[in-house]
Each structure stands twice: as C-alpha cells, then as structure tokens.
C-alpha cells in the first residue's frame, strides 16, 4: 500500500470514528434522545419536545465542540513540546502553564471567593499569561533546552506548591469551587466562551504548522537544524507562546486535562510510523479531538446521571502509554 494511502486511511477511520461518537454524545447521556428525533432537532423539524432541543442545543453540542477543540489544542501543543525538548515525556505543561492557571484560579476562588465561569476562565488565562512571560524570560537567558525543561518543571512545582498553602488557609467552601475546577470538564463551556476558545485554538494550530519543517529540522538536533539555517532561538520562543495559547486557552474554559497532550502524539506517531511534522500536526488534532470526545462520553456514563471526573477517564487512557513509553525506553527503543 502506497505512503498516501496508508495516510489517508488513517485520517479517514480517526475521522468517521469521531462522527460515530459524536453521534453517540448527541443521543445517549443521562437522557437518552431517539436518534431519529436528534436529526429532526437538527434538521429544524418540530414535534420535538422543547426540553431535548435545549439538552442538544445548549449542552451536548458545546460539549462537543469543546471536546474536539480543546482534544486536538492538546495534543498539538504536547507535539511541539517533545520535539522541543526531544523528551517523549513532554506536555503541553511541561513549562508550568498548568500551574500559572492554578495559581489565577486558586487566588480568584480562594481569596475572591465564588467566580462565574468566564470569571474563572479570566483568572485561569491571567495565571497561564503570567508563567509564559517568566518562562520567555527564562528561554532568553537559558540557551539549553534539557536546562530550560528543568527550569520549568522548577517553576511548576513552585506554582504549585503556594496554590496548596493558599488551599491549607482556604474555607471549605471556597476549596470544593477549586476543586470542581481541577478536575477538567468540558461540559461547562458555553457557545459565548467558544467564540473565544476556537479562534485561539486555530491561531495555535495554524503557527504550529508553519513551524512544521523547523519542527523536523529539530529531530536531528538544534546543531543539525542550526546547520540547516534554523534560528533555534527563535523557534524555542514561538513554541513557547504557540503552547502556551494552546494550552493556557483549553486550560482557562476546561480546567487542566491531563495526559491527552502526552499521549496523542506517540499514539500517531505509531500508527503513521513518521516523524514528518507535516503529517503529525494535523493527525494530532484530529486523534485529540476524537480522543477527548470519546473520554468525555465515556465520562458521561450513558444511562446514569452520574458523572465521572474527565481527568479520571482521560488517565485511564494516558496512564498505560506513558507506562509503555518508559519500558520501552528502558530496552533502549526509539520513542522519539
């Protein structure tokens, strides 16, 4: 089978895998919608009962949306990260983004006390702003990647570990709102907060892609790359606020969501068998996409109203592979 082909399959199946879902999301949760009845919805048809339009319309649609979006936000911003640091352990908040959000959440809810959602989306994106500005500081100062990698995981821990004094002095009350946060949802994005969320994530996508034959250059080292008239400076920097609006944006209206931007890429990597940038970058906001959509409806229990916490499910998934990424490094295999 040719190269293409083999390409084009892969992007057809993760695509018609996603629609197969995403239909599920609309018809099966705690209420279950006739499926014939979910088209008429669509389609603008009446005789459907005002209260599964409102279901369809105002909760599993943006759950959807967002699901996708933020997915596939993800897993592009874990892809430019590895490549970056040339650690196949990377993530999208490798660099403290994901503490820089506790931080404005936890300062917001537990000093401020109760926010609303774009309140709490506000404080979040202010946290994440924050960390990326000392974080380009930093990459000014700092010439080697491994040193910069270091520093930032520094810089999380720090983050993170004034967020659980501010959470030690907190109330009870005040905590339980932190809480809820942390443990990533996408089901509390509305239509208004994706106007802002889809256009980041496009901007984000978009300059990654631009950066794709960098990126490729950057496998084989930053002197192979530099030879190859890459300005490494400059590209360590562009991967520094393309991530950070990547993922200090999903971060801002989802909460933290682990694991998808670890995981994503090594997935396409196996199943495409290439290193090519060009081919990555799409198959991972696709595979993202349709991953967080099916973590989301699994999290969803189907037929309960229960609800399970998304970085539980999303874990479930990401857990084992980063587990095989560190066995097969150890028997000295390629993971990059």
């Known amino acids: 089978m040719k190269r293409s082909s083999f390409v ?11 629609c197969i879902v995403a239909i599920l999301s609309l018809s099966l949760g705690s209420v279950s919608i006739p499926l014939r009845d979910v088209i008429r919805v669509l389609l603008g048809d009446g005789g459907v009962e005002n209260g599964w339009k409102i279901i369809l319309f105002e909760l599993r649609l943006p759950r959807i949306c967002t699901s996708l979006v933020a997915g596939g936000a993800l897993s592009v911003a874990g892809l430019g990260m590895q490549t970056l640091f040339q650690n196949p352990l990377a993530g999208p908040f490798v660099l403290g983004i994901n503490a820089g959000a506790s931080l404005g959440v936890a300062l917001a809810t537990l000093l ?19 960390v990326l500005i000392v ?18 995981l520094m810089i999380g821990y720090g983050v993170s570990a004034f967020v659980n004094v501010l959470i030690h002095f907190s109330s009870p009350e005040r905590i339980q709102q932190f809480i809820v946060w942390s443990f990533g949802s996408f089901s509390s994005v509305s239509w ?11 901007v984000g996508f978009c300059a990654m892609l631009f950066f794709a034959k960098q990126l490729n250059a950057l496998l084989l080292g930053e002197a192979y790359a530099s030879t190859m008239g890459v300005s490494v400076y400059r590209v360590r ?18 909460g933290p969501v682990a694991f998808l931007g670890v995981a994503v890429p090594h997935l396409c990597r196996q199943a495409l068998k290439t290193g090519d940038h060009r081919i990555l970058i799409p198959a991972c906001a696709l595979s993202g996409g349709v991953l967080a959509l099916t973590a989301d409806f699994v999290a969803h229990m189907p037929g ?10 999303t874990s479930l998934v990401g857990a084992p592979v980063v587990i095989w990424i560190v066995l097969r490094s150890r028997r000295g295999g390629n993971v990059s």
């Open 8 to 18: 084009s399959i892969f992007f057809l199946s993760v695509f018609f895998t996603g």
């Open 112 to 130: 401020a006390g109760s926010l609303a959602s774009l309140g709490l989306a506000t404080s979040s994106w202010l946290g994440s702003t924050v």
């Open 135 to 152: 974080m380009m500081g930093v990459a000014g100062k700092v010439k080697n990647n491994t040193t910069l990698l270091i520093l930032g």
């Open 192 to 202: 208004r907060q994706l106007l802002f969320l889809v256009p980041a994530a496009c």
């Open 237 to 254: 920097l562009a991967l520094i606020v393309i991530t950070s609006l990547l993922a200090g944006s999903v971060t801002a209206f989802c």
């Open 304 to 313: 309960s109203a229960m609800v399970l916490p998304l970085n539980a499910v």
